[in-house]
């Protein structure tokens, strides 16, 4: 019972099964196309980066859309008015819808990348291979990110710009503090919104998005790539050297497309508004919103939340890269310069 040969054979059965259950294991992994694993990474990232950031974002739709009460704030004292009516998880109201969001998009975002930038490498090679290629691929994913998950950026901004008072001592759930519709989650945005508008309602804003989110997802690439080809070789692989590279492309690409960001939130939550505090919010189309907004709320209000969006970016940023690169070593995604090499042999 007890005799060295049993113990061995025991070990040795031991040693077999774990061995089985990890070739089961690697096997599984290593037959998932790349698309797949850049699609499961990405969305991993995106989601763990927007929930580190998402007490920011909750102010800076607050400040975009002059919510009542809001509008002479700053970051700081927004922060403590939320935390005084909503407590602690007031500040990841919409955060649900935005990690739903933000999951296929980012997934999306990433794949489609890589994807658009390979194609375009194979049959258009005289774009060379440097940073327009960036831009273009960049553009491209982000508008194919953008319109397959947009209703669920609307439902994420429409419960963010919803202010209540969980903290009432009278009644129970939430108290609204203004006369304006309450939505009890993404699925009753949704619902609600199309029952409205139908399709055009579940879009209602992506013109600003798309005209916003082309640019700016070009610009991050392309001028990720172009910093990082002056910094010398030996310091590209750097994980601080990546990190800073990304947040400069984040504040840069952003700065030049913020004001479409503003317009875009304005027309996401223009039903919800009261048109004494804003005139009509009601914008036809991106041109007009952005001189509806100049001439009746100022020009300053097209950077309204921008100071947020400068703090948040490098967190967002980092986690995301860093998630990300995490992700893709656990998947064993190939580096790109391998896949190019199998892709032209």
Not at 68 to 81: A, E, M, N, P
Not at 219 to 240: A, D, G, Q
Not at 292 to 320: C, D, H
Request: hydrophobic letters at 40%; one cysteine or more; proline letters at 4%.
């Amino acid at each position: 019972m007890g005799s060295p040969q049993g113990s061995t054979l025991t070990t040795n059965m031991a040693g077999l099964v774990d061995g089985s259950s990890a070739r089961a294991e690697v096997s599984f992994i290593d037959s998932l196309p790349v698309y797949v694993k850049e699609l499961i990474a990405g969305g991993a990232a995106g989601a763990f980066a927007k929930t580190t950031i998402a007490p920011l974002e909750r102010i800076k739709i607050l400040l975009q859309t002059r919510t009542d009460g809001f509008q002479s704030l700053g970051v700081y004292q927004s922060l403590r008015k939320v935390l005084k009516h909503e407590g602690v998880m007031g500040f990841y109201k919409g955060n649900g819808a935005s990690v739903i969001r933000i999951i296929p998009y980012a997934a999306l975002h990433f794949m489609t990348y890589e994807q658009y930038r390979g194609w375009m490498l194979d049959n258009y090679s005289f774009l060379g291979s440097g940073p327009v290629v960036d831009l273009l691929a960049g553009s491209a994913s982000g508008g194919t990110a953008v319109l397959c998950t947009y209703p669920l950026d609307l439902a994420r901004a429409k419960l963010a710009y919803q202010v209540g008072d969980t903290r009432s001592k009278f009644g129970s759930g939430m108290k609204s503090l203004y006369p304006r519709p309450a939505y009890s989650g993404v699925t009753d945005v949704l619902t609600r919104v199309y029952r409205d508008g139908g399709i055009r309602g579940l879009y209602r804003g992506v013109g600003p998005t798309l005209a916003g989110i082309l640019p700016y997802a070009g610009l991050k690439f392309y001028i990720y790539e172009e910093i990082k080809t002056r910094v010398p070789e030996e310091h590209r692989k750097s994980i601080v050297m990546n990190l800073s590279c990304g947040a400069l492309a984040g504040l840069l690409g952003q700065t030049f497309t913020y004001p479409l960001d503003v317009v875009r939130r304005q027309m996401q939550v223009g039903t919800l508004q009261c048109s004494t505090i804003q005139g009509d919010a009601r914008y036809g189309n991106t041109y007009e919103g952005l001189t509806s907004i100049v001439r009746n709320q100022g020009w300053r209000q097209l950077f309204a939340g921008l100071s947020i969006n400068y703090i948040k970016i490098v967190p967002s940023v980092a986690v995301g890269f860093a998630a990300y690169d995490m992700m893709k070593v656990s998947l064993r995604i190939p580096p790109r310069q391998k896949l190019q090499a199998e892709s032209s042999g």
